[in-house]
């Protein structure tokens, strides 16, 4: 298998995903979009319009009851879903992180922070892993470097999570709704923090919300999500200003309150 240097970086092609139990009637139905390096895409949808399991796919991370039963899922050119395992390993080692919602499902709890940084990467030394934590915007990072998961706050934590997917400088980062268990102004500076290291060192964001105002300050793209399928995409400017779709209509008008929330703090932020 060769590389084509001209193809996009990701590649979603009619993908399926379906339970192991029941392959003909898929729970994410013909999901395609592509992105280009350093391309910055958002996910929204409602609960359980398959966001995550998008996102997962990419990741080759579905549960085992579950899996990609139509279209294909390419990087750079080459189909990750025939790729062989140990290939596939190699992609994820170095191109690809991911950023969960709640970090202490994604951190151990008992090892210390240094060394679930140092796990993030090949051949990650002390020094990188004080270097990352700086650039996540930790004022004492060799006490952070020390503490396990627990003796940090929640915003700390997730700081904490973006360096561990950060350090190996992939050159996709996913974010499945990784602030939502903040308190509001903590979420808003951890994503700007999220947006301004992946724009600084060119890597793509691929990332979900529920807040449509993030979404108009700082995604290029974005897909809009329906019981599975894509019901939507486009330019962020043209969805938010003119929604197609029924949903996103529905979408805009019950978030006027978010949109409000997030111009808000970052008119603060600028005074
Ligand atoms: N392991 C699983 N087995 C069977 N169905 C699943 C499994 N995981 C998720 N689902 C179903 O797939 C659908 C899409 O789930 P997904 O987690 O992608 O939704 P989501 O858009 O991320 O929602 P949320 O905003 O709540 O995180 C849901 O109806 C969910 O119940
Ligand atoms: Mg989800």
Not at 73 to 97: F, H, N, P, Y
Not at 108 to 115: A, D, G, H, K, T
Not at 184 to 195: K, P
Request: aromatic share 4%; hydrophobic share 40%.
């Amino acid at each position: 298998m060769t590389t084509d240097s001209t193809s996009p970086l990701l590649v979603v092609d009619d993908l399926c995903v379906s339970t192991v139990d029941a392959p003909d009637t898929p729970i994410v139905r013909n999901v395609s979009f592509s992105m280009d390096a350093g391309d910055r895409v958002a996910i929204v949808g409602e609960s359980g319009s398959g966001k995550s399991l998008t996102c997962f796919s990419i990741l080759g991370l579905l549960d085992p009851g579950l899996r990609v039963s139509g279209g294909d899922i390419r990087w750079d050119g080459v189909s990750m879903v025939r790729m062989s395992a140990q290939k596939r390993r190699r992609v994820l080692r170095t191109d690809l992180s991911i950023v969960y919602q709640e970090p202490l499902t994604a951190l151990n709890p008992l090892m210390p922070i240094s060394r679930q940084i140092r796990e993030g990467g090949t051949s990650v030394s002390q020094r990188d892993v004080l270097d990352i934590l700086h650039e996540v915007g930790i004022r004492d990072p060799e006490r952070v470097a020390r503490a396990i998961p627990h003796e940090l706050s929640g915003g700390m934590r997730q700081r904490a999570m973006i360096a561990m997917a950060m350090v190996k400088s992939p050159r996709l980062l996913i974010a499945d709704e990784p602030t939502t268990a903040l308190d509001v102004t903590i979420e808003y500076q951890v994503l700007r923090m999220m947006f301004d290291l992946t724009h600084r060192r060119g890597t793509a964001l691929l990332f979900v919300t529920h807040d449509l105002g993030v979404v108009a300050r700082l995604a290029q793209r974005v897909i809009v999500m329906y019981r599975g399928q894509v019901v939507e995409e486009g330019s962020t400017a043209t969805v938010l200003r003119a929604p197609q779709h029924e949903y996103t209509r529905r979408l805009l008008a019950a978030s006027s309150l978010a949109t409000a929330r997030t111009l808000v703090l970052e008119d603060e932020e600028g005074r």
